[in-house]
């Protein structure tokens, strides 16, 4: 058991408690969702930032160019294959295969896309979102592969980043931006829109090293079935579809998952998931120690 | 092992081996699509039938109306209830969970499903196509539950009626019912159109009762990644999206599948398959004992 003073006493003011014996709920979130003003001033417009603190998303097309997209997905192959030589930690394999699912940390470990991660038509939206200057807190590369690609069960990003990293508050967002065509059939990214203004708090306990699991298939701090359904009775289900070279902004507790990919057609994005600075990682808000600093930035919290 | 004298003549003359030793490889079909000529003389028109013809499978909207969807969801329910409490072998479960995946046989254990797989809304086009009498090979409805619903991986059903059923030629289609909204994302059947003009012969050797696992999760007569990449490639994928009552009818070779459901909308279907009365079935063409009765009409073979 990992425990101290401070750890205590943050989780008595825990104002978004989830898992350690609550019971499932949902709750209103207590926080903002645009920490900017709505008007014209940003990179992103007053109907963008509308739409973005009404759904939790926002699909920009055509960000980066096929010529871009292409050298990311030979850096992802270059990455891939020297994980598969390495056997690193910092590789998931999917649960039915031995294919690699994800490859997390790129932005340290390859210069490429450290540049992407710093890259003004990321970090500026993020830092206009969120209002303060940002930091990477998790990236990461899923391949999504043909044939056997694995699902992503619904989950609110923050759920995990708050119980298992100690991420305080929801001032986070994640840029995915798309490697391959995004087809209604190949596993693409689906949302609840308006399900990030609420907080769905999950049962369960966390166990010790809980990610080596959870990173290939979630089974913790997913909202249970009648949660699920409210919410989507509520604001049903979308879909991300496009050519590659998008981006996906999306808010850090927005319900999202992917279903499984039978076709031949891989379904591969990058993920780079901002902070804000003053939202730095504390304890865990489980008993456990820390997640590895390959999965949230504690040392490494350099602002772009 | 299973032998008898007809069937060693039956195995060596086999223009459709699979499996027990063969090399995985795309053959030409070697049977017509259409058994019918291409006239309007017929329920279906031909344009229609030229559709068929050239891609594999026919959706026909509105079949039947909201009403008798209504009996046939309240009859699948009754069903299903019935199962879990007897604990059949009819009924399939979830290689997930503990939900009921597939009831089989329903054509003659409820009178009801009875008279949907006479109807004529149905039966009059599986005449049409295999230009012959019909009656029923195989009859179940598919839960595909929301939340835990599992993939059907692609498979052409010829090859496993075949192989493990004895069905010589490709005369027989299937007709899938809609009884739920079909959706891009929860789980729609899929086909790639054009792809029953081909047979994917499968790897691999068929174990004794391997429909035990196989209708759990099919691991056997599944074509390899390089000839599902090039049947793709050719043809691509088609999902089938709708409201319910909606019929598709489905040529038995042609290859479909299914991603899992995540989603809280389940997707639910009735399937019928029609076989020429020509084209009953003989022995299993691998060495093992034939399927049990529910999934294969060996004794009762009484035309519609």
């Given at each position: ?224 079935d009648a949660h699920l359904r409210s919410l989507y009775s509520e604001g049903g289900i979308h879909t991300v579809v496009g050519k590659p070279g998008s981006v996906v902004f999306f808010d850090c507790n927005v319900l999202h998952g992917s279903s499984g990919n039978i076709t031949p057609a891989p379904r591969s994005n990058l993920f780079f998931v901002y902070n804000a600075l003053s939202n ?25």
């Open positions: 058991m990992y425990t101290e003073s401070i750890q205590t006493e943050q989780h008595q003011r825990d104002i978004y408690a989830s898992r350690g014996g609550v019971t499932a709920k949902i709750v209103p979130r207590r926080d903002p969702i645009l920490y900017c003003d709505i008007d014209d001033s940003g990179v992103i417009d007053s109907p963008a930032l509308q739409s973005y603190r009404k759904n939790g998303f926002l699909v920009v097309d055509k960000v980066f160019t096929q010529v871009e997209v292409n050298t990311f997905l030979q850096e992802m192959e270059n990455l891939a294959g020297h994980h598969r030589r390495s056997g690193s930690d910092e590789a998931i394999v999917e649960a039915g295969s031995a294919e690699v699912r994800s490859v997390f940390r790129i932005h340290e470990t390859s210069p490429l896309f450290k540049r992407v991660a710093s890259d003004r038509r990321l970090a500026s939206i993020a830092e206009q979102i969120l209002n303060d200057r940002v930091y990477i807190h998790q990236s990461r590369v899923n391949f999504k592969p043909g044939f056997r690609g694995e699902k992503f069960y619904w989950h609110s990003d923050f759920e995990t980043w708050h119980v298992e990293d100690g991420m305080p508050r929801m001032r986070a967002l994640s840029a995915s931006i798309t490697l391959t065509e995004n087809y209604p059939w190949n596993g693409p990214l689906m949302f609840i829109p308006g399900s990030h203004k609420y907080y769905v708090v999950c049962e369960g306990e966390t166990p010790e090293e809980n990610y080596k699991r959870s990173l290939r298939r979630q089974e913790l701090g997913i909202p249970d730095r990682v504390r304890s865990p808000y489980c008993d456990c120690p820390p997640r590895p600093e390959y999965l949230c930035s504690r040392k490494n919290v350099t602002p772009i």
